[in-house]
């Protein structure tokens, strides 16, 4: 069977057109980013505690995505990727004081409570994954 140069371009397009459009929906797939959602939270309502040079609150610094993701303040690793409600970090911002079962009182300590945007980020973002997106 003889191509047709013009037949193949179509194919090529095609082909062109559904990769693209695979490819943005994984993109869009994600509703919650560390750097554009998650960061920013911890450093408007995390700081000083969490966010100092010298010591942290439970020795969880959350200054950067590898601080928090270290596993090495005081209750062990506070996300487990792909599961929020076993995540000491979402326990924290999400429950009252008297609901928590290992820290004293809900974060921010002493302070207003994330409202339920942020809080509903924090959860999607642990449950895609935990990603340094
Ligand atoms: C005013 C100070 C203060 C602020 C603000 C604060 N925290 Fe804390 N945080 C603490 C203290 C103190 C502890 C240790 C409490 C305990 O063990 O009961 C702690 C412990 C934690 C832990 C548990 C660490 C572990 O392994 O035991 C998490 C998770 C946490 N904070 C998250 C946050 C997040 C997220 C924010 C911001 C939304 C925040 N905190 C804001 C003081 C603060």
């Known amino acids: 069977m003889k191509h047709n140069p013009l037949q193949l371009l179509l194919w090529v397009s095609i082909g ?11 993109d869009d797939s ?8 998650i960061e920013p939270i911890f450093s408007t309502r995390c700081i000083p505690c969490h966010l100092s040079e010298n010591g942290n609150s439970g020795n969880l610094n959350l200054s950067s995505y590898t601080s928090l ?3 090495s303040s005081n209750n062990g690793p506070v996300v487990v990727p792909g599961d ?3 995540s000491l970090l979402y326990e924290a911002v ?3 004081s008297e609901e928590q079962s290992i820290l004293t009182t809900r974060m921010p300590q002493g302070g207003e409570p994330l409202s339920p945007v942020s809080i509903q980020l924090i959860e999607d973002w642990i449950n895609e994954g ?4």
Do not use: I, Q, R, V
Request: proline share 3%; charged share 20%.
């Open 84 to 86: 929020a409600d076993n």
């Open 130 to 133: 935990a990603k340094d997106n």
């Open 94 to 96: 999400s429950k009252p």
């Open 69 to 71: 993701m270290a596993g």
């Open 30 to 37: 994600y509703s919650a980013s560390y750097a554009h959602d």
């Open 16 to 26: 062109s057109f559904l990769f693209l459009l695979t490819w943005c929906e994984s």
